[in-house]
């Protein structure tokens, strides 16, 4: 990326941003408490107000916002603005109780645009290319959200998730340069090109920005092998903003940098909350900084990672990898394990496929995990023979985790059309 193609935000030098941080976030706490009843109530039971926000190291003297303050105030008591002022509305799906909902104002909408071309430029991508979006449209905010980048000289095409073969025949009509999906549909949609005997190395697609859960730098690898580009990871979560709170730049692909000047980062411990050092793992809270109809207040993500020093944009932290949720963490007879560090393992195995599953089920008092994973298409039986027992005995080894292994055949585990259920509980009467 050429230096001119940075915007306002990302050429203010760090002084100006830690002074930029620092207004927005007063006048954010101002408005929420002045706004948001929940905010002044959780304001004044920690004795705090707007006043005592002096610094950005304050910002640990407020209250913290969980997904269920946003349920407690179903479905729009967290707003900021006058409903008229609500432009857009998007939800969570929500597996259980209530969505989640959150609204922008037309001046978010637009702030947001500008977060996604930030990204979008930042991956490698450049204006007047064609983004084949291929990403949920509707309540999700994948698909609107970066659907934005239509305002800022990208050609988007609304494909949203789903009907797979027609994935591949507009990608080969209309040749688009850039892709947005989740890693595991576009996996789904690589399988597809196989199926119709088309080579994915040749397509006209340089980039693709995936998001939305959690995947590994091997799953980048075999997409990038796969289809012959660039994979960058995008991150976001609605109740922030949607997708491009932080993006990773195609140069350094070294993990997502935070757009700081919109979202404050911290890390806390998950148990206690209390605020821990760059470097250190924990999980993700964010405030927003420039957001109108839904401020919202150290947001706890249950997103795993730890905050790194900037480096493509020197003045913005990055994100690790997020190595899960801690709501998908499995604890199998004491030992954590995430997904993710499963997905890992088996890439380590070159006759097994990146589709898997993780079942649990408790046959007696104990909770045992089995790892359903597929092997690549043409592998024979002579390959297969004794390689559960040899992917049970490397997970054991890397993860510390007793498993049971069991290797498919290709095509029979159910394929993404967007984010994609790893963890299939069978557990009685624990689902
Ligand atoms: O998934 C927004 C999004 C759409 C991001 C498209 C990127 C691309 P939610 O549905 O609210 O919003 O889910 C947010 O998804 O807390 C993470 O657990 C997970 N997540 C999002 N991006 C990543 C990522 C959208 N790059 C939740 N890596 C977040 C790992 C991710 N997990």
């Not at 941003?17 to 007063?26: E, P, V």
Request: proline share 6%; aromatic share 8%; net charge negative.
């Amino acid at each position: 990326m050429t230096a001119t193609e940075l915007d306002a935000g990302q050429r203010m030098s760090l002084d100006e941003l830690r002074a930029d941080q620092l207004a927005n976030l007063k006048s954010t706490v101002t408005k929420v408490y002045e706004k948001v009843p929940f905010y002044r109530k959780a304001f004044d039971d920690l004795g705090v107000t707007p006043a005592d926000i002096t610094s950005l190291d304050d910002i640990a003297k407020l209250p913290f916002t969980n997904k269920q303050d946003l349920r407690d105030n179903y479905p729009f008591g967290m707003f900021a603005v006058p409903r008229e002022d609500v432009a857009r509305i998007h939800a969570s799906s929500g597996t259980t109780g209530l969505p989640t909902v959150v609204g922008y104002t037309l001046g978010d909408i637009d702030k947001w645009g500008s977060l996604i071309a930030r990204s979008i430029l930042g991956a490698g991508g450049k204006r007047g290319q064609m983004m084949h979006n291929a990403y949920g449209y509707g309540l999700f905010t994948g698909g609107l959200g970066v659907h934005g980048a239509e305002r800022h000289g990208f050609t988007v095409i609304p494909i949203s998730g789903g009907q797979t073969q027609r994935q591949v025949q507009l990608i080969q009509d209309f040749k688009p340069d850039i892709i947005t999906a989740t890693p595991t549909y576009l996996l789904t949609i690589l399988d597809e090109f196989h199926k119709q005997g088309i080579d994915p190395t040749t397509t006209s697609l340089q980039t693709a920005i995936c998001g939305a859960e959690p995947w590994t730098d091997e799953m980048r690898k075999e997409i990038e092998k796969s289809f012959n580009i660039n994979a960058v990871d995008i991150y976001g979560l609605s109740e922030v903003m949607g997708p491009g709170v932080a993006c990773e730049s195609a140069v350094t692909k070294d993990g997502p940098t935070i757009w700081e000047d919109h979202f404050y980062p911290e890390i806390v411990d998950p148990y206690t909350g209390e605020a821990l050092p760059d470097g250190e793992e924990g999980e993700l809270v964010f405030t927003s900084l420039t957001k109108e109809a839904l401020p919202i207040i150290r947001y706890r993500t249950h997103d795993l990672a730890s905050l790194l020093p900037g480096t493509a944009n020197p003045n913005f932290r990055r994100i690790s990898r997020i190595t899960g949720r801690s709501d998908d963490l499995i604890i199998i007879r004491g030992v954590n394990v995430y997904p993710a560090n499963v997905e890992s393992v088996l890439f380590e195995f070159e006759h097994l496929s990146p589709h898997f599953q993780l079942v649990l089920t408790r046959p007696g008092r104990m909770d045992e995990v089995t790892v359903e994973v597929e092997s690549r298409e043409g592998v024979g039986a002579v390959e297969l023979d004794g390689l559960n027992g040899l992917v049970a005995a490397r997970i054991k080894e890397r993860l510390g985790v007793s498993s049971t292994v069991s290797v498919l055949q290709p095509g029979v585990l159910p394929r993404s059309v967007g984010k994609l259920k790893r963890i299939i509980d069978r557990r009685e009467g624990l689902r």
